[in-house]
């Protein structure tokens, strides 16, 4: 049992410093490590909607929350789209700041290297009254243009990736900004090299943090969820390194783009699964190549 924490996380003081109230508090999936919304202990929140299928997660109870109408804004956190899914199933504006960018003291790790926490609503304007009130200021810069990659839009389901040119037509007619593919897009070798470094580094810092409780308590965790954990048992130094070394490349290779314009990517790579999946359903989209 963790002890009662006898203060608020910065970034929820921030919050309620700009004027927000507390209207609950939400559920996640189980310490985190999933994005279905999916909760062993406690059920599946409802997905307002999208009725009989599942809400995304893992910060599913405050995008359930949202889709209810029962709150106007949700705090939650991001390892690997803990944010953008449940936004994608729930039909909710998600938003996952630059990493390290906001204040997580408080905030229980998964995985250090890559947590963050980020905000839901269904409305953009209390989004962006939201994300000022956490975001130091900065200067804004306009975009020069909005950039695809088809190799990436090749890997979603076909409803994802249609809605993804859809919006990006949208987009491309209210803001003036030209639609350029990428010249220099990715290969499928690198997405799936960079998927393994990600999962690598993940599952070591997963189990770094959390594993002396999981194995302090066998079978607290619902079976699929521990796997996740323990597969961080017996990552060694060397595989860590050279996993570290394939994300430090592929974010200095993203910076490089993203200075050219927005990417615009599908949010995750299917509609909202039904909420009687089988487990086995669900564990296929949620290692999809673009979850």
Not at 186 to 200: D, G, I, Y
């Amino acid at each position: 049992m963790a002890a009662v924490e006898k203060d608020s996380a910065p970034a929820l003081h921030a919050l309620l410093a700009a004027g927000a109230q507390i209207a609950g508090i939400a559920r996640t999936d189980e310490l985190a490590f999933s994005l279905m919304g999916t909760n062993a202990h406690y059920g599946t929140p409802f997905n307002a909607a999208a009725p009989g299928h599942v809400p995304g997660g893992s910060s599913s109870g405050s995008a359930a929350a949202l889709a209810s109408g029962a709150a106007e804004l949700g705090l939650g956190t991001d390892t690997a789209g803990s944010l953008r899914v449940p936004g994608s199933f729930s039909a909710l504006y998600a938003w996952r700041p630059t990493h390290g960018i906001i204040d997580t003291t408080g905030v229980l790790p998964l995985a250090h290297s890559f947590d963050t926490l980020g905000l839901l609503a269904r409305d953009a304007v209390v989004l962006e009254a939201a994300a000022a009130a956490l975001l130091p200021r900065a200067q804004v810069q306009r975009a020069q243009a909005l950039l695809r990659s088809r190799t990436l839009l090749h890997l979603a389901q076909p409803p994802a990736a249609l809605a993804v040119e859809a919006a990006m037509t949208a987009l491309a007619v209210q803001t003036g900004l030209p639609i350029h593919d990428l010249d220099d897009d990715f290969t499928l070798e690198q997405v799936a090299a960079w998927t393994a470094a990600f999962r690598t580094v993940q599952a070591a810092e997963a189990w770094a943090n959390h594993g002396g409780f999981i194995s302090a308590n066998p079978g607290a965790l619902s079976p699929d969820v521990e796997e996740r954990f323990r597969a961080g048992v017996d990552i060694d130094a060397h595989a860590l390194q050279a996993a570290r070394s394939t994300i430090a490349q592929t974010a200095a290779r993203l910076e490089t783009i993203l200075q050219r314009g927005w990417l615009c990517l599908p949010s995750t790579a299917s509609p909202a699964p039904p909420i009687e999946a089988t487990s086995d359903d669900l564990e296929r989209i949620r290692t999809a190549p673009c979850s």
